[in-house]
């Protein structure tokens, strides 16, 4: 099978360097790399043109209009029979394709996702950020997982479609804000099948700090909301935990000040809570310091993606606001 890789790349020179000097790596050799240049400022031409010659690459520089319509691009141009989407802060290990490969030819799937995790080269807080976006104690621990709720949406930092999802379904209707669930939603919706290749993993950056962090997940928690605008059947009760932890959060702040006598009680769930995590995140990544920052990793990201969550489903849901 011949793999057509397709990275939408923005201001972000440095990443694309480290993602294609690993796709120089793999072992299953039958692919082209697309990177598509979405309107950059600071662009990659000279870290693309060092990679003639060791990568079937090609490079292409458009108007900015968003990751998902610059994938688009990348289809429309692509010459493969499966079509591989990446991020740009992702390294792919080795063996990825292969992987890949192998599976579909015993277990064909019509569009796949895989798993992301922590790279040894990473950070303390990379790798925190990492822990708590695949977390069983996050909602992160819905993602890239057998055992999910419902059915499974891969996500763009590693998904792949077939040629022939791309021209029956078409591409990616919505640029930003979910618009990679939007579209496996689709894809299930023609009766294609989709599934997971749990082994075909990348390591995946995510923000270098928390504040960056923040602000992504934010944006997550709006862009739930404005998939359930297009299937409203999709809001899941598990998709209201982060709010339900925010506000208890606040409430739990509200009653030590006031010396509420559920104060104590409230204290009691959120040590469990901080422990479980500290000693899960300890076992996963053998450092007592990314187990701390773990634990701010966890609280970033319910808090930032409740408040995104209640912001839009205010605004979109309960005011009717566009």
Request: glycine share 6%.
């Amino acid at each position: 099978m011949f793999f057509s890789i397709i990275i939408p790349l923005y201001n972000r020179p440095q990443e694309i360097k480290e993602l294609l000097d690993t796709l120089t790596l793999q072992t299953y050799k039958q692919f082209e790399v697309l990177v598509i240049e979405d309107g950059s400022v600071n662009d990659a031409a000279d870290v693309v043109k060092s990679f003639e010659g060791k990568l079937d690459i090609k490079y292409f520089v458009k108007a900015n209009e968003g990751q998902g319509f610059t994938r688009n691009f990348g289809f429309e141009r692509a010459k493969g029979d499966y079509f591989v989407i990446f991020d740009s802060d992702c390294l792919i290990p080795p063996d990825y394709l292969q992987i890949v490969d192998d599976y579909l030819k015993t277990n064909w799937l019509d569009a796949y996702g895989g798993p992301d995790d922590s790279h040894p080269s990473f950070t303390p807080t990379q790798k925190a950020i990492s822990y708590s976006m695949t977390s069983p104690f996050t909602t992160g621990g819905i993602r890239g997982n057998k055992k999910g709720i419902g059915q499974f949406h891969p996500r763009s930092f590693n998904m792949g479609v077939s040629r022939k999802v791309w021209e029956t379904v078409g591409g990616f209707i919505i640029t930003r804000a979910a618009e990679d669930l939007e579209y496996s939603i689709r894809i299930h919706s023609h009766g294609f099948k989709i599934g997971l290749i749990p082994e075909a993993k990348v390591y995946h950056k995510r923000r270098t700090n928390f504040l960056q962090f923040y602000k992504q997940i934010h944006f997550f928690g709006r862009a739930r909301i404005n998939l359930y605008k297009f299937f409203p059947k999709e809001l899941k009760l598990v998709h209201f935990f982060p709010s339900s932890f925010t506000l208890s959060l606040l409430f739990a702040l509200i009653a030590n000040i006031l010396k509420w006598p559920i104060a104590v009680f409230c204290n009691y769930i959120l040590a469990i809570f901080i422990l479980l995590i500290f000693f899960h995140a300890w076992w996963k990544n053998k450092s007592v310091k990314v187990a701390f920052l773990s634990i701010i990793a966890a609280f970033t990201q319910l808090i930032a993606y409740g408040l995104g969550f209640m912001q839009d489903f205010w605004k979109r849901v309960v005011l009717k606001r566009s």
